[in-house]
């Protein structure tokens, strides 16, 4: 009873001194490893990153058959959720942003159209790849 005692006592300063230096415990980082799902390596994100194909295609709805104008809207969250299904690229290792002039920095797309987009890997320089993205009628 006594050695129950001293090693939940132990376990507590120990959870304490990982929290009041910012880290995480070996519990927590136990717990992120079997969470995170399969670590990528640089080379294996780069390699994804260069065998990007050269657009996507969303199908939206259209406000009325004669408007460019989409039933909501087209952001970088779905672009990233596609490069994750897709390409097996997780938001995690590249981040999205618009090249098209049209769009400010995080910008929804709202109407039918091609945009320019580029994938840049997260820490690696000036690593990037262009993608077209396209947004067609959704014939239903």
């Known amino acids: 009873m006594v050695q129950n005692k001293l090693s939940l006592r132990n376990a507590r300063l120990q959870a304490q001194r990982f929290k009041a230096t910012g880290q995480s415990t070996p519990d927590e980082v136990s717990d992120l490893n ?8 640089p080379s ?5 990153l260069y065998d990007l194909p050269p657009s996507f295609v969303f199908a939206r709805r259209t406000i009325s058959a004669a408007s460019d104008s989409i039933h909501g809207s087209l952001t970088l969250s779905d672009i990233a959720a596609r490069l994750q299904e897709e390409c097996g690229l997780s938001s995690l290792d590249v981040e999205v942003v618009w090249r098209d002039v049209r769009l400010e920095e995080g910008a929804r797309i709202r109407s039918l159209g091609s945009y320019d987009a580029v994938v840049r890997v997260r820490g690696m320089g000036q690593e990037e790849a262009p993608l077209s993205i396209e947004i067609t009628p959704l014939h239903e």
């Open 34 to 41: 079997h969470t995170a799902g399969p670590v990528t390596t």
């Open 44 to 48: 294996q994100t780069l390699a994804s």
